[in-house]
Antibody, heavy 120, light 107 residues
Framework: EVELVESGGGLVQPGGSLRLSCVSS????????MSWVRQAPGKGLEWVSS????????YYADSAKGRFTVSRDNSKNTLYLEMKSLRAEDTALYYC?????????????WGQGTTVTVSS | DIQMTQSPSSLSASVGDRVTITCQAS??????LNWYQQKPGKAPKLLIY???ILETGVPSRFSGSGSGTDFAFTISSLQPEDFATYYC?????????FGGGTKVDIK
């Protein structure tokens, strides 16, 4: 069974940093693209970033460019999102999502999310 | 960016009703469209991909149609467990974008 478990969220002051992690199991991690998608409280879904299998290709939403860095460690089946210069508008539940082979940035299985709160 | 306009934003329906949600893309996306279901406090669940293909294990009362810019998602006979929020998503172009969601609640 595919399982994605996010961690690393928390309360951080504006301008601060956080590193999210997503440990994956139940599938061959190193052949799948992985993504981060967030959901602000009471709002809809917003794609944040994707990284393809080799880790060489990474993509970001405009809201994340220059501040967030996605990476992966295929030896640990783990996806990361390094977030810097955090703003109040980054407050959200951050989901890790498994890619869907042959479907670009599409995703099929999501973790339960980790909450990031940016507030002074 | 491709804008996804989903409607209605909410609807009230009864068990057994037929429910249809539409999603319109601001430019053609072929059939590169997903439909997700999200229940309160839970992660989104993929129901339909490539506009019309049911994900494994998803009940056949769910269906999708459309290509290009106009898409529809239908629940043929609403069940109690179907009360949730539904999202469309295009993955034709970067960035992948979601519709605003449709909350389906009990009449």
């Amino acid at each position: 069974e595919v399982e994605l478990v996010e961690s690393g969220g928390g309360l951080v002051q504006p301008g601060g940093s956080l590193r999210l992690s997503c440990v994956s199991s139940g599938f061959t991690f190193d052949i799948y693209a992985m993504s981060w998608v967030r959901q602000a409280p009471g709002k809809g879904l917003e794609w944040v970033s994707s990284i393809f299998a080799s880790g060489g290709n990474t993509y970001y939403a405009d809201s994340a460019k220059g501040r967030f860095t996605v990476s992966r460690d295929n030896s640990k089946n783990t996806l990361y999102l390094e977030m810097k210069s955090l703003r109040a508008e980054d407050t959200a539940l951050y989901y890790c999502a498994k890619g869907f082979l042959g479907h670009g940035t599409s995703t099929d299985v999501w973790g339960q999310g980790t909450t990031v709160t940016v507030s002074s | 960016d491709i804008q996804m306009t989903q409607s209605p934003s909410s609807l009230s329906a009864s068990v057994g009703d037929r429910v249809t949600i539409t999603c319109q893309a601001s430019q053609g996306i072929g059939k590169n469209l997903n439909w997700y279901q999200q229940k309160p406090g839970k992660a989104p669940k993929l129901l339909i991909y490539d506009s019309t293909i049911l994900e494994t294990g998803v009940p056949s009362r769910f269906s999708g149609s459309g290509s290009g810019t106009d898409f529809a998602f239908t629940i043929s006979s609403l069940q109690p467990e179907d009360f949730a929020t539904y999202y469309c998503q295009q993955y034709r172009n970067l960035p992948p974008t979601f519709g605003g969601g449709t909350k389906v609640d009990i009449k």
